[in-house]
């Protein structure tokens, strides 16, 4: 078990199930940017503490509880339709928003301190929205198991999380240099952007998943014993 392998593994689902993805995904994420633009344009950006993240708590925990739904199902033989995984993923919005502000909070607690214990947070946290998900946990359960599966991998889970999401930052900060150059850009070209963008952040889900299964399957679970 290792990065590169895992990373190649789940860039092979990624491309095989991308139109499937696109139809689960692709629509909230859109609707969450514009809402971004729109928000920053009525209440100027910034003007309101954590308005960004507020956005993100109404739709990023849908969406992503949905992908989650769709990757378990999957990887069990099934092909659900759009209607069906989205109807579950909407009877575990709540308990996903919840997860999502305390990891937000626990995240930025952590980079105010310094950046390393936000990062060694984040990376302990990996797990919690699969545990929420998959296993119907509370979130103060997810956090807490994630915590123990996360034990001992902690360079594997953070290498599966900067192999993608580093080059995304990257292109992100190489995408505003060049075609902007720092200036707002027109609205409808950066909700296109910022989509496209979270599209491929997606992949991050799918390599933690595929990290997650093999920490928490029974192969681990023998050599924790």
């Known amino acids: 078990m290792n990065v590169l392998s895992i990373f190649r593994d789940a860039c092979f689902f990624y491309s095989r199930n991308l139109a499937a993805i696109i139809r689960l995904c692709l629509p909230w994420i859109l609707l969450e940017s514009g809402t971004r633009l729109i928000v920053d344009q009525l209440l100027g950006k910034g003007a309101m503490p954590a308005q960004e993240l507020l956005v993100g708590l109404v739709f990023y925990p849908f969406y992503v509880g949905a992908l989650i739904l769709y990757l378990d199902a999957r990887s069990r033989g099934f092909d ?113 952007v910022d989509s496209g963008l979270g599209l491929l952040q997606l992949l991050a889900t799918v390599v933690l998943f595929r990290c997650y299964m093999l920490c928490s399957g029974p192969a681990a679970a023998a050599d924790e014993r």
């Not at 909407?90 to 105010?112: E, F, H, K, N, Q």
């Not at 990257?170 to 409808?188: F, I, K, R, V, Y």
């Open 80 to 192: 659900p339709t759009v209607r069906e995984v989205l109807a579950r993923a909407l009877r575990l919005w709540p308990a996903l928003a919840v997860l999502a502000g305390l990891s937000t909070l626990l995240i930025m607690l952590g980079a105010s301190l310094f950046v390393l214990p936000g990062i060694w947070i984040m990376v302990r946290m990996a797990f919690a929205e699969y545990l929420l998900v998959l296993r119907g946990m509370t979130p103060l359960a997810a956090l807490k198991e994630s915590f123990v599966l996360t034990r001992g991998r902690f360079l594997l889970v953070l290498g599966c999380t900067l192999i993608v999401l580093l080059p995304v930052w990257l292109l992100e900060a190489g995408l505003a240099a060049s075609l902007w150059h720092g200036d707002t850009p027109p609205g409808a070209l950066a909700v296109l």
